[in-house]
């Protein structure tokens, strides 16, 4: 949980900047103008305390809210058997060490889930004097060993700073009228020293301005502390600080205006550190409003567009997807359904600060998640403020999974959505990394950025179900690969390791797409130029000018399927089963279609050398995290990928993807499909649809009616008489872009601000101001004669 390139201080300048709340508070007593009374500070502890435990809406009855009673007391059970009750112990859990730094923090965690049974009632710990005896004794002992003002934190900042501060801040809340007020300032003067202000990270040495997540994570911190000794300067400080986590920005950390979330600099961090920064803004707008402390920022509103802007797009049918949850891929108690669950919790508690409009539709989109969702169940092993909230959907509407597309510039993401099926395309630039590796999480990464694709259709547990341990790492999905042997952590840890390439991202129109990767390969020479342009029915991906120099094999994976532990899925390749039994591999020299049962088809114009594998692989979580469990786990693999040889030259494959297709109409796909490639070379990529011409251009160069004076993205979009262009800059470095269009009498309609045009006897030439579009499209309709 660290960051990566923040504005660093010097020791000297953070002494001098960060502002000790504890010494501000005291200091502007007599300037500050108080507005609020004591009873305002108790009525927001109680509200804190109630946001904790549910307990203004349990329903004993109700055997989810019974159920999540049961797990409270079986967790402080737990902890209890584990209490060092010895005289002079030197810790609090007997296997929470404290001298590793993420004890400190789980053993807070561990005290504020005592605490919250303490206070929530229908637990059977509630009120209960030896568990209050048990948890004031473990606060004492911690303040006392280790978790104290003067004392020097070790190991990772985030263990000090925000997982001991926001469980100790709330457990005082929780036990506010049982800790004694001189212990209560205490652990109120420990929480001050490791974080003297919330705008500031890290120890004083390398003192950084926190940022994203982190930043939200500290308010929280610090405005629940505030509550305990009623220090309202204090409050109001953490408060405005959460302002500068929903403002848009252009580098480094937080919201983008195409809707990317960026943390650690250069890593699509929307899964994870996103919707932590949405979850803990939602609890604190829902704390203080109606209070003398309100949030009336009215830039606000950008978190609230963030919901259809960042997070709606992301979660499919309950799951976050993967390629925007960095390293938490490699936790095994972190998959993609408990992040959808945390981003859709979030989204209900948010929704009780909005219009009722927006509210509805937010309720609507995640009831639709909730009934689709058919691996997981979102009830399991929830909280009672969780089960509430998923309660309060009932006589909700579902609403149907949306088609369109969605083009993150930002953060060299995609994702194309028709109804049950959404394809996800995963890429890097010297913008965003290929992966991000660290704290022992997720070293193995390093080719999630190399063009993965994730196929998320009705087998809703595809990547939930041990897919990380056990897929062959050079064989992800959508990705070209030099199987050149890499070293752990390849490239560096915390988002260092990037490409040089500028070319990635795309065009959108109507909900089509042409995205393009200029491709390099993590710690290797492998180069090429990779597209896929996203139709109804199917994407077609497209790889060219792929060239490689590292005495490796080189490969272009289409598919590689987890079958779970036993699944059979049978395999057509024009017409015939292959690979029918486990361990078998064959080479087809010119496949033209192949179907996968339960998944759909593939088509390859022109026929394609195909090299298929079905295969069974063990691993463990042990293999992708240094935390992870070393048990073996088994899945079977059903894998399509291109050989294109060792040090190839030039190569290039293509194939379309139509999830769900049946095998009839894969095969008839295969001998005619609406779709043709018009070009496949590194300087320019260009498929032609009914309707529609989509093109990357790599290099100046011309396809069909389109002539590219620069490298950028178009679409061409006809409808009756009027045709629609999008154009883009995917490299974000060009002023203007301009492509000349063969239209004999077509003259403009409407065009975006900063589009020219004029007219030829050939046709329009059309000219796109983009500094600052950062990959954005921009788009004009012209009329056909």
Not at 24 to 32: H, L, T
Not at 254 to 265: A, E, K, M, N, P
Request: charged content about 20%.
């Amino acid at each position: 949980m660290r960051r990566r390139t923040f504005l660093t201080l010097s020791t000297a300048t953070a002494a001098v900047t960060t502002l000790n709340l504890s010494t501000a508070s005291a200091a502007s007593a007599s300037a500050f103008a108080v507005t609020a009374a004591p009873a305002d500070f108790a009525a927001l502890r109680t509200k804190w305390a109630t946001a904790l435990t549910g307990r203004d809406v349990i329903d004993p009855a109700d055997p989810d809210f019974k159920a999540a009673l049961g797990r409270i007391d079986t967790a402080v059970a737990s902890s209890l058997t584990k209490l060092d009750r010895s005289t002079g112990r030197k810790l609090v859990f007997t296997d929470q060490p404290l001298t590793a730094d993420p004890s400190v923090a789980n053993t807070y965690v561990r005290l504020e889930q005592m605490a919250t049974a303490w206070a929530t009632p229908g637990s059977a710990y509630h009120q209960a004097p030896a568990l209050l005896a048990d948890v004031l004794a473990a606060l004492e002992s911690m303040n006392t060993l280790i978790y104290k003002a003067g004392f020097v934190e070790f190991g990772n900042w985030w263990s000090w700073e925000i997982g001991a501060t926001r469980p100790l801040a709330s457990t005082m809340v929780l036990l506010y009228d049982e800790i004694p007020a001189e212990a209560r300032a205490r652990y109120c003067a420990a929480i001050d020293h490791f974080v003297p202000d919330p705008y500031y990270m890290f120890p004083p040495a390398r003192r950084a301005l926190s940022t994203g997540a982190n930043r939200v994570d500290l308010c929280q911190a610090i405005i629940v502390r505030a509550l305990v000794t009623e220090d309202e300067a204090m409050l109001v400080h953490a408060r405005d600080g959460l302002s500068d986590t929903w403002q848009y920005v252009t580098t480094g950390d937080g919201f983008y205006r195409d809707g990317s979330f960026v943390q650690h600099t250069w890593v699509a961090y929307t899964g994870t550190y996103g919707h932590v920064l949405l979850s803990g803004i939602g609890r604190l707008l829902g704390l203080l409003a109606g209070s003398p402390w309100e949030v009336t920022d009215p830039k606000r509103q950008i978190l609230f567009d963030s919901v259809a802007k960042a997070y709606l797009p992301v979660v499919h049918d309950l799951r976050m997807t993967d390629f925007v949850r960095g390293r938490a891929v490699s936790r095994s108690n972190a998959s993609d359904h408990d992040d959808g669950y945390t981003a859709a919790e979030a989204i209900l508690r948010l929704a009780g600060g909005v219009d009722a409009a927006l509210a509805a539709q937010w309720r609507s989109a995640v009831a639709g998640w909730v009934q689709r969702d058919t691996y997981g169940n979102m009830l399991t092993g929830a909280t009672i403020p969780r089960v509430a909230l998923v309660k309060s959907l009932a006589g909700v509407t579902p609403s149907a999974e949306p088609d369109g597309h969605t083009l993150f510039a930002s953060m060299d993401r995609s994702i194309h959505r028709r109804r049950g099926w959404a394809y996800a395309i995963s890429m890097a630039s010297k913008r965003i990394a290929y992966y991000e590796a660290g704290n022992g999480e997720n070293d193995q990464g390093y080719h999630t950025g190399s063009g993965m694709t994730y196929l998320y259709d009705r087998d809703n547990g595809q990547y939930a179900d041990a897919f990380w341990p056990t897929v062959d790492r050079y064989r992800l999905p959508g990705i070209t690969v030099d199987k050149l042997p890499l070293p752990p952590k390849a490239g560096g840890e915390w988002g260092a390791a990037r490409p040089t390439t500028s070319w990635v991202g795309g065009s959108t129109l109507a909900g089509y797409a042409a995205v393009g990767q200029d491709f390099e390969g993590p710690v290797s020479p492998l180069r090429g130029r990779k597209s896929w342009f996203c139709l109804d029915e199917y994407v077609v991906a497209l790889g060219a000018g792929i060239t490689g120099s590292s005495g490796h094999p080189v490969e272009t994976v289409v598919e590689n399927r987890n079958l779970h532990a036993a699944g059979t899925n049978r395999l057509i390749v024009d017409g015939r089963v292959e690979v029918p039994s486990l361990g078998d591999k064959a080479s087809i020299n010119r496949a033209r279609w192949a179907h996968l049962e339960g998944v759909g088809g593939y088509v390859f114009p022109g026929g394609s050398a195909l090299q298929v594998l079905r295969e069974s692989r063990t691993g463990s979580w042990r293999d992708v995290n240094t935390g992870g469990a070393t048990t073996p786990i088994t899945r079977r693999y059903l894998t399509l990928y291109v050989d294109h040889g060792v040090d190839p030259v030039d190569a290039s494959y293509s194939y379309l993807v139509a999830p769900g297709a049946t095998p009839a109409r894969t095969q008839q796909l295969a001998r005619s499909t609406s779709v043709r490639v018009l070009a496949n070379t590194s300087d320019v990529q260009a498929v032609a649809d009914t309707n529609l011409l989509l093109a990357n251009f790599w290099q100046p160069t011309h396809v069909a009616n389109l002539f590219a004076d620069t490298p950028l993205s178009v679409i061409q979009h006809r409808r009756g008489r009027d045709l629609e262009i999008a154009l883009s800059d995917p490299t974000q470095l060009a002023s203007t872009i301009r492509l000349r269009v063969l239209l004999p009498g077509a003259r403009v309609v409407r065009a975006d601000e900063g589009i020219t045009t004029r007219r030829t006897l050939v046709g329009l030439e059309i000219t796109a101001a983009v500094t600052g579009a950062a990959g954005a499209t921009r788009t004009l309709t012209v009329r056909l004669p």
